[in-house]
């Protein structure tokens, strides 16, 4: 069963943008936390950003200041602008419910940033 539909991954070079947007099947997932995270090969999977349904945001240090994360609750939507983007961001990122212990997932949508 899908949950989710992810979009807006791609390959961008260092310092440019993209905007991935994720949409729950779900209507129960409006009263989620929400979020986004990543992992690349290698690596275990990372917080990016969450967002409660009242608005209250969170960011991974690494991202501060150049990804921004919001939510349209009556879309059941959640989206992230990455700006500035380093090779290091390059991952596959999922969308997230519930969060990562015992939350529900996407099924990620590849960002390669490289020139």
């Known amino acids: 069963q899908v949950q989710f539909v992810e979009s807006g991954g791609g390959l961008v070079q260092p310092g440019g943008s993209l905007r991935l947007s994720c949409t729950a099947s779900?209507?129960?997932?409006?009263?989620?936390?929400m979020g986004w995270y990543r992992q690349a090969p290698g690596n275990q999977r990372e917080l990016v950003a969450t967002?409660?349904?009242?608005?209250?945001?969170n960011y991974a240090d690494s991202v501060k200041g150049r990804f921004t994360i919001s939510r349209d609750n009556p879309k059941i939507t959640v989206y992230l602008q990455m700006n500035s983007l380093k090779p290091e961001d390059t991952a596959v990122y999922y969308c997230?419910?519930?969060?990562?212990?015992?939350?529900?997932w996407g099924q990620g949508t590849q960002v390669t940033v490289s020139s």
């Open positions: 997230n419910a519930g969060g990562l212990e015992y939350g529900y």
């Open positions: 779900r209507t129960a997932f409006r009263v989620y936390v």
């Open positions: 967002i409660t349904p009242g608005g209250s945001i």
